[in-house]
């Protein structure tokens, strides 16, 4: 426990410290079902170009599911903070965990109303050298 605090306060520290310089940060834990897990996996085992997603830690470690599921939750809870949010996604259907972590992405975007930079340098000649050449200068 005590290992997992250090490291819970450090990870917040880092994203703190980003965010003070201006990095905007989003989190997405894309939460899929047991049941799904396991029909996944059976889907690696009968397509030949997935097979290098498989191993057999994948099979063992299942039974340890709910132990998973609660140190995802504590490290959801500790270290998701409003300078960077965890967005736990529903996965098991991916068009829909697509349509959401999308939505999410577009609105931040869109909330941090950014603009070009301005020029640095003169147009006006840059495009006066352009026409130059342009029309045989």
Known sequence: KKVWSKRYAA???????????GVR???????ISRE??????????????????????????RAYWDDYQRAYEDALEKCSTRHAPWFVIPADHKWYRNLVVSRIVQETLESMDMKL????VDIDAIRCKYHALAHGG
């Open 25 to 31: 940060i989003l989190k997405f834990f894309l939460h």
């Open 117 to 120: 930079p301005p020029a640095r």
């Open 36 to 61: 799904e897990q396991l029909e996944r996996f059976g889907k690696r085992l009968e397509d030949p170009s997935k097979h290098w997603k498989i191993s057999e830690s994948d099979y063992s470690e």
């Open 11 to 21: 990870i917040n520290a880092f994203e703190r410290q980003l965010a003070d310089s």
